[in-house]
């Protein structure tokens, strides 16, 4: 076990000091911090709240703009009314010296008319809010005219109950698909760092100019424990890697004050997700990073240069891109035979099982036989694979082809 | 304490890589293999590492066949190189020093006494890509004997280096043999072995040609050769009694010969002819025996 560790503590801390790792934890933790305040920074140059978004309203009939205001308020726009004084030649002055925003000017002739002057015609998220309340603003004073009561203009803008319902016992609902596609997504992005950190692995032990290193270290410790020892060092410090991009995801969003389900984040539908959720995305996601790495370790052992790895990884890079094909098919047709044959298939469960976990209600026993057969699959790889490693080592001159496999499986079953 | 190999055959399909190699090293002997490329060396040492099985014949140290237990009493240079290219030098050699069992701290304070010995402390922070071939050749053969095992197998652990160098390690190893190491090397030079061991085995195509104690060999081998250095033409001898071969050399002339006594009627003849500046009975060099059992040059 000793020499395990000692392994494990190599590779981590190889690959942990490698620049392209660090430079990626940095990046993605900055674009977390980035995002979470990307109001906040938004403000900033913008100018203050209080400043700001305010659009001063020439009312002549002085009636019109506390409406507009309780409509803003309706429309949860940070927007405020305010009744002015100015002429409009003034107003125009404060837009051109920067002191005002915009102006609204409201002419009530038997309909409403109104016009909304600013800077630019870029401000359109303001301009949008205004002019959906004046719109709405038109339908009170009509409301009025026409003589309908409070509880009758009440009704007018009651809001249409709209809801979606699946029909099929096992679909979801609306609320729930919103979790799956945070799962998806999830997962999505978390097999791809599975892929990565395997092809790291894989250039762990490929990118070896001169190949005989190996032959040390075999002679040292068995290939069995060399394998599993480096996957797992790499692996743990992918591990780490996500934790720490979810602790300064969380530690962005609170130093930012906004939740998960507000700003950018809300795309993810992350607000529904559930722990069971993320507690089958970590088992995917290692189940599949050790499935895909030691793949890459058996490939990576059978080359000596950098460029050979390439060509060696296309069938496994091969296999990820019809996994995510079948996933990203499978999110509107969750029930589809293809999809439900592949959840069972190793190299394709870790995403197409998962999509099925997330977007519909199957029996438990079916997510624990896929897992088991990824299970077996890895026991069966990396029984393989260590007889590959070491026929790999022990064989001259760099190969190129999955021919050399066999090749190497011969020098490896000498032992 | 001793290594011992007994019959060992190891086949890859149908080609026969080793066949029926026998021999027992002593404690604190230092054996040498030679042999062209693809006689069976490395696959010897392979399968003394207990890297391939062989498929007869039994190998055994200090009476049990060798296996990853034993992985802090075994020391092992590779013949084709090879070191982490981006790992500092000193960090390399503790990793694998520790992969042998060997406490990091202690594994530390070792190298950098072995690195002051080859006269490269300097390169201890540098990565080991940023080394000449020849020093990466001195922290390879640091890196097999750094946690001091009592086996130490090298495989052709002089070549590419320059002379100044190879005398360097060779005392090196010469003095790792002092302190009770066995040990076990091949090379390409046979005036290396000849110089280093004490017995040797020369193998092609997988067979074993000559084995045993160099001084025996030599004895055995039967023949011997003689030279003289004068100033006439010495060709008129080459037709001596017992005189097995003749070459002309710029000086005189090497004649191999069957027994001392053509060696003598080789004096008496020589001394009619004029004056004789130098005579010489010198033992058969390896590579004359290599040829001879062989039937070609060493490669």
Not at chain 1, 87 to 94: F, I, S, V, W, Y
Not at chain 1, 369 to 381: A, E, R, Y
Not at chain 2, 60 to 85: Q, V
Request: hydrophobic share 45%; glycine share 8%; with cysteine.
């Amino acid at each position: 076990m000793h020499s395990f560790w000692i392994i494990f503590k190599q590779s981590f801390l190889t690959k942990a000091k490698t620049k392209s790792f660090i430079i990626t934890t940095v990046i993605v933790v900055a674009a977390f911090f980035l995002l979470a305040n990307l109001s906040n920074i938004i403000e900033i140059f913008q100018g203050s709240d209080e400043e700001g978004n305010v659009l001063h309203v020439i009312d002549e009939s002085g009636e019109l703009a506390p409406i507009l205001q309780a409509q803003l308020d309706q429309q949860n726009s940070d927007v405020q009314a305010m009744p002015t004084d100015m002429t409009e030649a003034e107003l125009k002055e404060g837009i051109g010296e920067g002191t005002i925003d915009a102006y609204l000017v409201l002419e009530q002739e038997g309909t409403l008319n109104a016009r909304y002057v600013s800077e630019s015609a870029n401000e359109l998220g303001s301009a949008n809010d205004v002019e959906q309340a004046v719109q709405s603003l038109q339908t009170v004073v009509t409301a009025e005219s026409l003589g309908l009561s409070e509880s009758e203009v009440g009704q007018l803008f009651t809001p249409v109950a709209f809801e979606r319902e699946a029909i099929s016992e096992s679909s979801k609902s609306q609320e729930e698909l919103s979790q799956a596609r945070a799962r998806l997504h999830f997962d999505l992005a978390h097999l791809y760092r599975g892929y990565l950190l395997s092809k790291y692995d894989c250039d762990g032990s490929g990118k070896r100019e001169i190949f005989r290193v190996m032959e040390i270290l075999i002679s040292s410790v068995s290939p069995v424990k060399h394998m599993f020892a480096k996957i797992a060092g790499i692996g743990t410090l992918g591990i780490l890697q996500m934790l720490i991009f979810g602790l300064s995801g969380y530690l962005a969003m609170k130093t930012a004050g906004t939740a998960l389900t507000e700003g950018a984040f809300s795309v993810f539908g992350f607000s529904d997700v559930k722990i069971s959720t993320f507690l089958f995305a970590v088992l995917f996601f290692l189940l599949g990073y050790f499935l895909y790495a030691v793949l890459a370790a058996l490939l990576g052992s059978l080359v000596s240069r950098t460029e050979d790895v390439q060509q060696l990884m296309l069938p496994m890079m091969m296999l990820i891109v019809v996994a995510s094909l079948i996933a990203f098919s499978g999110i509107s047709v969750p029930e589809a035979t293809f999809v439900t044959v592949a959840s069972y298939i190793p190299f394709f469960a870790p995403l197409v099982m998962f999509l099925r976990v997330g977007m519909l209600d199957i029996p438990l026993w079916e997510p624990l036989l896929s897992i088991g057969i990824m299970l077996v699959t890895i026991g069966l790889l990396g029984w393989f694979g260590a007889r590959v490693y070491r026929g790999g080592v022990l064989m001259y001159g760099s190969s190129q082809s999955l021919k050399d496999i066999k090749k190497a499986i011969r020098l490896g079953n000498q032992k | 304490m001793t290594l011992s190999i007994q019959h060992a055959t190891k086949r890859f399909g149908d080609f026969k890589a080793v066949d029926d190699l026998s021999l027992t090293v002593e404690q604190g002997q230092m054996h040498g293999f030679l042999g062209a490329n693809g006689a069976g060396k490395t696959t010897s040492f392979r399968m003394i590492l207990g890297l391939l099985n062989p498929n007869a014949g039994v190998i055994t140290w200090k009476g049990k066949p060798i296996t990853y237990a034993a992985s802090p009493e075994i020391g092992y240079l590779p013949e084709e190189r090879g070191l982490y290219p981006k790992m500092k030098v000193l960090d390399q050699l503790v990793y694998l020093a520790q992969l042998r069992q060997m406490p990091a701290s202690k594994a530390k304070q070792e190298a950098m006494v072995w690195l002051e010995r080859f006269q490269v402390p300097h390169y201890a922070a540098k990565k080991v890509e940023e080394l000449s071939k020849g020093n990466q050749q001195k922290i390879q053969l640091i890196a097999s004997l750094l946690h001091n095992p009592s086996l130490l197998i090298l495989d052709e652990p002089f070549s590419g280096l320059d002379p100044v160098n190879v005398e360097m390690l060779k005392k090196a190893i010469l003095d790792f043999q002092k302190q009770g190491a066995t040990i076990v090397f091949s090379s390409h030079r046979m005036d290396h072995v000849e110089e280093l061991c004490d017995n040797m085995t020369i193998m092609d195509q997988g067979k074993v040609v000559v084995d045993g104690s160099i001084r025996e060999v030599k004895r055995s081998f039967g023949k011997q050769n003689v030279r003289i250095k004068m100033d006439v033409d010495l060709s008129s001898l080459k037709n001596t009694v017992g005189v097995v071969q003749f070459t002309k050399t710029h000086d005189g002339a090497l004649f191999q010969i069957n027994d001392e006594a053509t060696a003598e009627r080789l004096l008496e003849s020589s001394m009619k002819l004029g004056k004789l500046r130098h005579f010489a009975i010198e033992e058969p060099s390896l590579e004359e025996i290599f040829i001879s059992k062989v039937g070609k040059a060493y490669a």
